[in-house]
């Protein structure tokens, strides 16, 4: 298990907003901030990014994203990661 790590500024995208709730998006960042990935469906720790997946109430899959060296961590619905990055890269330089 990794120790636990700064989210820093946190973007949640638009669609994410209207499709999940916000108690499950603060319990998910809760969740991917602690480390304790045994409840999540998956995770991964690669390098410099930290990528956890969750499942809202409603069925709808998500997935927080956190860059280390960026203080940076987005919420986002699978279909939208390509914008994500793209928006990330312009935005801050790196992906």
Not at 21 to 43: E, P, T, V
Request: include cysteine.
């Amino acid at each position: 298990m990794k120790k636990p790590f700064c989210l820093g500024k946190t973007i949640i995208d638009n669609e994410a907003l209207t499709k999940l709730h916000g108690l499950k998006i603060q319990a998910a960042l809760r969740r991917h901030k602690s480390s304790k990935w045994k409840r999540l469906k998956r995770f991964r720790y690669v390098n410099d990014c930290v990528y956890s997946e969750h499942l809202s109430l409603n069925g709808t899959k998500f997935w927080v994203i956190t860059r280390i060296p960026l203080r940076l961590t987005v919420v986002i619905l699978p279909e939208n990661y390509k914008e994500a990055v793209l928006l990330l890269k312009n935005k801050y330089g790196r992906r």
